[in-house]
Every structure is written in C-alpha cells, then in structure tokens.
C-alpha cells in the first residue's frame, strides 16, 4: 500500500517532494504533488467546506476524497493515516453532481443556512469517502436533494 509522510511547515516549498503531504495550519491548507506521479500541484483547503485534518499524534488523515478532475490523471484517492487509498474513475455526470452539491452545501454553509461544519454524517451526501464508496452516488445524491 502507498504511504505518504507529512510535514508540518508556515509555507509550503516551490519544489514538492513525492509522496509528501505539506501541511500550513497557519495558511489552513494541505499541498502535495498528485500521487499517480503525474506532478501536478494538488492544493486542498481545510475549511468547514472543504478538507478536514486529522491528526493522531503520528499520522494525518484528510477527510473527503482528493477527486483531481481538471488534471489530466483523473486521479481519486483517499488519505488516511498516511495510507493512499486508491479509489475508481468518476463518470462525467457523477464529477458534474457533486460540483453541484459541492457549491450547494458552500451556499447554504456561507448564505446563513447551516453554521455547522458539513463533513458530519447527515450533510457530506455526495462525497465519496472509504466507508461509503460502496453505497450509491446516485442514492446519494437523492438523499441529499430530498433534504432540500
């Protein structure tokens, strides 16, 4: 299994080191170089939103998964306890759907709806993540439009 090793640094280095995650809590942001190798600069923002880090006092996990849909790879993934998991190609329509939802849950979060964060249970319909990769997208995604 792939692992990565983090860092905790103020600024994040012109040059990436491979399978290194750079982690500024004083910029709130997560950088590393994609992990299929391709050397794209993958930022993801930790912000009630977006990302969560967790840290266990050895090893980090970033919750939601790293979709790179405007990279040429494509690649997903998961990072969890500084593991890589490895997960499926998104169809055109599923990266269109979550987009939706994505921008959906920042205006309800930021427009006065929802002050909490939306990566608890009842409101990241629409984002993989490992334990429910399994369960549908599509359900999902009804689901969270249900609750509209």
């Not at 998961?78 to 599923?94: F, P, Q």
């Not at 921008?103 to 608890?120: A, C, H, I, Q, W």
């Amino acid at each position: 299994m792939q692992r990565v090793e983090h860092r905790f640094v103020e600024f994040v280095p012109e040059q990436l080191e491979p399978n290194t995650l750079y982690i500024s809590m004083d910029y709130a942001t997560v950088v590393h170089s994609c992990l299929c190798g391709c050397g794209q600069r993958v930022i993801t923002p930790l912000t009630p939103t977006d990302w969560h880090l967790a840290y266990d006092g050895e090893a980090v996990s970033l919750s939601r998964s790293i979709g790179n849909w405007s990279f040429p790879c494509q690649s997903h993934y998961w990072i969890e306890r500084n593991r890589v998991h490895w997960a499926g190609a998104w169809s055109k329509d599923k990266i269109e759907a979550n987009r939706a939802a994505d921008l959906e849950l920042k205006r309800r979060f930021y427009e006065g709806g929802s002050r909490k964060p939306v990566l608890d249970d009842s409101d990241a319909q629409g984002f993989d993540r490992p334990d429910e990769a399994a369960a549908g997208w599509r359900q999902r995604l009804r689901s969270w439009l249900s609750r509209r």
